[in-house]
């Protein structure tokens, strides 16, 4: 079976000199990432209690990242993705709910680790990584120190052993409240990306067959949007194994010049985004600057995560009909549900997909929707899929349900199958909110808002956005139908969610509609909150 870590020293042993990691005017090669990664997971294997405890990454796109999620699996341990979005209530749960015994941080994040960490459960050792902001903390060791070891040439290997069985904790907000870490075991997570690249390793083989046989440098690839999410992690990933080079762009907020420098100034092949969010700002970027970007080297945009328009592709196609633009249907908990291709001149239409080799659309009764038969099913995947979510066996068999013998994943999304076999996404069975990628659950919000002074009740929804999929709104029952201040209920907010779950509306009503079982019609909200015009 396939560890991630035997995959990536077999890597540097057949192209030590090859570019691995490029992040602004750092660059790490094979050989370089590889003697980094061995001496920071030499370190965390002598601290961590067992194999396979967690070790939180809470990080900006860098190449301390990928390297520090290299060492980690090197280490026969589980990296724990950490959104950097997070206040302090959010972070404390995460690293609670994963028991992460270390934290890898930015120096950004000293303040909020400082107000944080003494009500942490079970971290004992947090690396600082300097990023040129806040200095280092008493409490935490320096990264630079520990990887600055002499080398070592021989691959180090943790005295536990690795296996195919470790796993890769990818936290998500799933289709409840809180957080979920989906459980992949590294060998289906490596079968599942191999089998995406253009060069692929055969799944029979082994990492002694990458020594011999990779000769070439793989593709120059470029995540836009954060590592921390599956989109950017699983298409570096995807790269990586082939011998590729993973680019990450220096700013923390998305700017489309600095993207676009960056495809030409590195000559990147592949882009991964996410959706509208991403690539309406580079339309909009290249339409404003017509022949300013040559885009010579780019072969390919990935997208998942959130709706990628049928008119915002062809924009793209216009600047260069030779792109490839693969909308990828996937999920954290199912990788390969669907694809959409386009190139050329012709964009393929909003939302259709086409099912992958192992993907099903399930009525209710769980029997195959036919094509063409107009009834909605859920999506479901069977083959490799995760084994489950950390610590909630209720939830795993919830979504990972075992139907006439056959295991699979269903994450929550409804579709049509059409007459021709492909699938018209109808979007999630529940009401999870998806902003720019970001998942919000309306419950958390609203929870959230109650607890405010002289609000009674609320309502949080999603409504379209062209350019963010969904933005989310609210709806608050006050006491005794008291005047309060939305900036006020915002700032309030902004203390205990991040920032993307913030309503960016808030309309104040008599009442909340609940039925007699307490329910809310989400759908009747749904309507009112979208003919709202303005934020």
């Known amino acids: 079976m396939w560890n991630l870590a ?35 997971a030499r370190f965390i294997e002598k601290i961590a209690s067992k194999r396979q405890i967690c070790v939180a990454q809470y990080l900006f796109n860098s190449n301390e990242y990928i390297e520090s999620l290299i060492a980690i699996f090197k280490a026969g341990l589980r990296p724990v993705n950490t959104n950097y979005r997070y206040v302090d209530d959010e972070l404390i749960y995460l690293f609670d709910n994963s028991e992460a015994e270390i934290v890898i941080f930015h120096g950004s994040f000293v303040d909020r680790i400082e107000s944080i960490k003494d009500r942490l459960q079970t971290v004992k050792t947090w690396i600082y990584v300097d990023d040129g902001t806040l200095p280092k903390p008493d409490f935490a060791l320096d990264y630079a120190q520990i990887i600055s070891e002499p080398f070592d040439t021989e691959n180090y290997y943790p005295n536990w052993g690795r296996q195919g069985d470790d796993l890769y904790l990818l ?36 990492p002694d067959y990458i020594r011999e046989n990779l000769k070439t440098n793989g593709t120059v690839h470029l995540p836009a949007c954060p590592l921390m999410h599956g989109t950017g992690a699983f298409t570096s990933f995807a790269a990586l194994f082939a011998g590729g080079c993973v680019v990450t762009l220096e700013k923390r907020n998305f700017d489309p010049i600095e993207l676009l420098d960056t495809i030409d100034r590195h000559g990147v092949q592949t882009l991964a985004i996410v959706g509208d969010a991403f690539a309406k700002p580079i339309l909009k970027t290249l339409d404003e600057f017509p022949g ?24 793209l196609l216009r600047h260069k ?89 269903i994450p929550g999304d409804y579709a049509l199958v059409e007459e021709d076999g492909s699938i018209q996404i109808l979007g999630r069975g529940s009401v999870c909110i998806n902003t720019g990628g970001e998942k919000v659950f309306p419950e958390e919000v609203e929870e ?21 999929g969904e933005i989310v709104r609210a709806a608050v029952v006050t006491d005794n139908g008291v005047q309060l201040n939305k900036e006020n209920i ?46």
């Open 6 to 40: 035997d995959v990536f020293d077999a890597v540097a042993d057949a192209i030590p000199d090859s570019p691995a990691l490029i992040h602004g005017a750092s660059t790490l090669s094979w050989g370089e990432l590889n003697q980094n990664a061995n001496n920071l």
């Open 171 to 206: 936290y998500t907000g799933g289709t409840t409240g809180m957080p979920k870490g989906v459980m992949w075991r590294q060998d289906d997570l490596f079968c599942l990306l191999n089998s995406s690249n253009l060069v692929q390793w055969p799944e029979d083989s082994g």
């Open 292 to 315: 300013r970007w040559s885009l010579s080297s780019l072969i390919a945009i990935l997208s998942s995560g959130v709706m990628w328009s049928e008119a915002t592709k062809e924009g």
């Open 321 to 409: 009909p030779s792109l490839l633009l693969a909308d990828l249907f996937s999920s954290s908990e199912a990788l390969g549900i669907g694809t959409s291709i386009s190139t050329g001149n012709a964009a393929t239409h909003t939302a259709s997909f086409r099912l992958g080799e192992n993907a099903t659309v399930l009525g209710d009764d769980n029997t195959v929707i036919e094509p063409g038969s107009k009834k909605i099913g859920r999506l479901a995947l069977r083959g490799r899929t995760p084994i489950g979510y950390l610590g909630d066996e209720e939830k795993s068999k919830q979504t990972f349900p075992v139907v006439d013998g056959i295991r699979y994943s």
């Open 448 to 468: 959230v808002l109650k607890t405010f002074p002289q609000v009674l009740d609320a309502i949080v929804v999603g409504v379209p956005d062209d350019r963010f």
């Open 490 to 535: 915002q700032q309030f907010m902004r203390s205990h969610l991040a920032a993307y779950k913030i309503p960016k509306t808030v309309l104040f009503v008599d009442s909340a509609r609940r039925s007699p079982s307490g329910k809310l019609d989400y759908s009747y909200w749904k309507d009112v909150m979208s003919s709202i015009n303005n934020d």
